[in-house]
């Protein structure tokens, strides 16, 4: 939702190692990383060490009004600061209600992302003791809170921080900046914060991608933990002050990915990094092996594994487990849950396993039966997303096991996986619409549901009818295929263009292109603002059919096999209505009256779902980008979902 930064080090201010750029201008270039967490409204507070003083800049609307602010105020002499940018919770995007939040006396500041759910008691409380408010915000609280367990008599201002957190419910991280002291508070529960500690500099942020530049050695906070800094020393503890030590997680992401090296938006350059990403979502992974007797596989040359094997070895799941499981649960939200429904497929395909994909957020409230020897997969590109991540802890509690796919190291997903972790390797993703993430999520379920099968048990039934499929060739051979697609970026662009002004559009699909239609229906009404539904092709006469007419483009999946013929009589029912057909399929169709076909590869089933997804994805870009709208940011969205 929100992000968070924080800086407090050398400076311009202070010694001549480190970071010679002030504070602010830190602050500044890590919230344009943030940029896609939230954006209607910014804000950062800094130690003027001219007049020893927190001032706060705010404004409403994109970080650009706040830079424009800022540049009027420099050059600024500080070398400790915080910023945010917001997604609104509680109260509108006004420049009041942006973060920073001072208290009283002005020299408590304070940055929070989450919801304090006992913010009105809280305030009520402080407001008889004697505190003014000024915005209606959640988080303006904390400041007051602080700054009334300092004039009770907290002896520093991390213990203020310390009993303030204690009063807290609800999901919150937040730092909190101190004039007397020139100190930083940072306070984890639940939403993430992530920090680089080196050469007595700090920095603080919501998630790695503005921590890159500076060292791929991050240290993550937990949730209860607080970090302090203070005269370029960091201790960490737990809310009830007990230390800890700290534990450096190594990040392999490359800084010059989080930029946009000559693509309009990252939604677009994310799009065309897929070849590369899956490539890294699955090399070392599957290596070739030999089939001449010698090779441990001999006894597998008929079977689905003739020629290669999985390694995963972050996956600590045994054929004890998996046998006494019988069944696997995936939860994931958006784009993650219809990688699980691929996944689904997938799995139940190669390893006959049963598979339950359950919304996160539905989990959590609803009565599903939870065994100890269950196995939960939870999917999430950020890892932090509130409702997947709270999903896993229920499964947790009940002791099932849990596994996870995700693409942030360290994340929190990641703390929770205790049967392992499968990292996606997409590298950052900045554009709100998942696109990288959520096609190597697929490639990482193939490998996973093939490393299941491998445990398992090579030689079951299942799977059998997949002995023809040369898995090995077939996933090496993927990203030259996505590549491929990638070349039709043009010719998308035109049947984009005829489309654009359309209001409504239904994606169909059938089978294990199901799931697609429906991330196809979601790219385009995410950065489109059409409204679009994703069905199964064969539920269309139940319903959806109503909809047709000749406004209604309706976008097929098509692919060559047993399922063809079926779906080719859903195509005619709708040509029949005067609906336009637009098809996306991996041969030519024996059939006329198709408006726009976008011809791709053909792959192997299982494989197919990565490479339907891709066109949809560009198709999608084109659209927005005719509309004009705000592709890498779209209204009212967040990337990392950290609350309910
Ligand atoms: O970080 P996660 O994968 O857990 O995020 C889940 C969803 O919030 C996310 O996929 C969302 O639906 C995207 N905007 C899809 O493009």
């Avoid at 030590?245 to 693509?263: L, P, Q």
């Amino acid at each position: 939702m929100c992000g968070i930064i924080g800086f407090s080090g050398a400076g311009n201010a202070g010694s001549k190692q480190g970071n010679c750029e002030s504070s602010v201008d830190i602050v500044l270039n890590g919230l344009k990383s943030l940029e896609y967490r939230g954006y209607d409204s910014s804000g950062v507070a800094y130690y003027d060490e001219t007049d020893n003083k927190i001032k706060s800049i705010k404004k409403s609307g994109k970080l650009v009004n706040l830079s424009a602010e800022l540049s009027c105020i420099k050059p600024v002499e500080s070398n400790t600061a915080i910023g945010h940018i917001r997604w609104a919770t509680h109260g509108r995007p006004t420049d009041d209600n942006a973060h920073p939040h001072l208290d009283c006396s002005g020299n408590i500041a304070i940055v929070h992302n989450g919801i304090i759910e006992n913010y009105a008691v809280l305030k009520n409380k402080l407001i008889g003791k004697g505190h003014k408010f000024i915005t209606p915000t959640d988080s303006e609280v904390i400041a007051h809170l602080i700054e009334d367990y300092m004039k009770d008599g907290a002896k520093t201002f991390y213990e203020a921080v310390r009993l303030a957190s204690l009063d807290l419910l609800g999901a919150f991280a937040f730092l909190a900046m101190n004039a007397d002291e020139k100190s930083i508070c940072a306070v984890k529960y639940g939403p993430p914060l992530v920090m680089v500690n080196k050469d007595k500099e700090i920095y603080f942020a919501s998630d790695v991608s503005p921590l890159i530049q500076y060292s791929d050695e991050v240290i993550y906070l937990k949730n209860s933990e607080i970090a302090y800094f203070k005269d370029g020393l960091l201790k960490l503890t737990d809310f009830k002050g007990k230390p800890l030590n700290k534990t450096v997680t190594k990040i392999d992401w490359d800084a010059s990915r989080a930029v946009k090296t000559g693509f309009s938006h990252f939604m677009q350059k994310e799009i065309f990094e897929q070849p590369s990403c899956l490539l890294d979502a699955f090399s070392s992974r599957i290596i070739s092996v030999k089939n001449d007797g010698s090779a441990a596989d001999s006894n597998k040359s008929d079977s689905i594994f003739s020629g290669f094997k999985i390694m995963l070895e972050d996956v600590r799941l045994t054929k004890k487990d998996i046998d006494k499981a019988g069944r696997i649960i995936i939860t994931a939200c958006g784009s993650s849950y219809y990688a699980g429904l691929v996944i689904k497929y997938i799995t139940e395909t190669i390893c006959g396993i049963p598979v339950i994909v359950e919304y996160g957020s539905e989990f959590r409230y609803e009565n599903f039966p939870v065994s100890k020897n269950d196995i939960f997969i939870g999917i999430s590109q950020s890892g932090e997303t509130a409702d997947t991540n709270s999903a896993l802890e229920i499964a947790k509690e009940k002791k099932a096991g849990i596994l996870s796919i995700t693409n942030v190291p360290g994340s929190q997903i990641t703390t929770m996986s205790d049967k392992g972790v499968i990292y996606t390797h997409a590298g950052p993703e900045i554009g709100v619409a998942s696109t990288k993430a959520f096609t190597t999520q697929i490639m990482c379920g193939l490998l996973l549901a093939l490393r299941i099968k491998e445990i398992k048990d090579t030689a079951s039934d299942a799977g059998k009818n997949l002995s023809g499929v040369n898995f090995f060739d077939e996933i090496v051979n993927l990203p030259k295929k996505a590549e491929q697609i990638l070349f039709l970026n043009d010719s998308i662009k035109e049947i984009a263009k005829k489309y654009y002004k359309n209001t409504n559009f239904l994606y169909l699909g059938r089978g294990i292109l199901y799931p697609i239609a429906l991330e196809g229906a979601l790219k385009l009404k995410e950065i489109s603002y059409i409204h679009a539904e994703g069905y199964p092709a064969g539920e269309m006469k139940h319903g959806p059919i109503a909809l047709v007419d000749e406004n209604m483009p309706v976008l097929f999946l098509l692919s060559n096999n047993m399922l063809a013929p079926k779906t080719i009589s859903n195509i005619e029912e709708i040509k029949a209505r005067g609906g336009k057909v637009i098809a996306v399929a991996d041969y030519e169709p024996d059939i006329d009256g198709i408006s726009d076909i976008i011809k791709i590869p053909a792959s192997a089933e299982v494989l197919s779902p990565i490479l339907y997804t891709i066109p949809l994805q560009i198709l999608a870009y084109h659209i927005a980008a005719l509309k004009g709208t705000d592709i890498d940011q779209p209204r009212n969205l967040a990337k990392s979902v950290t609350v309910e």
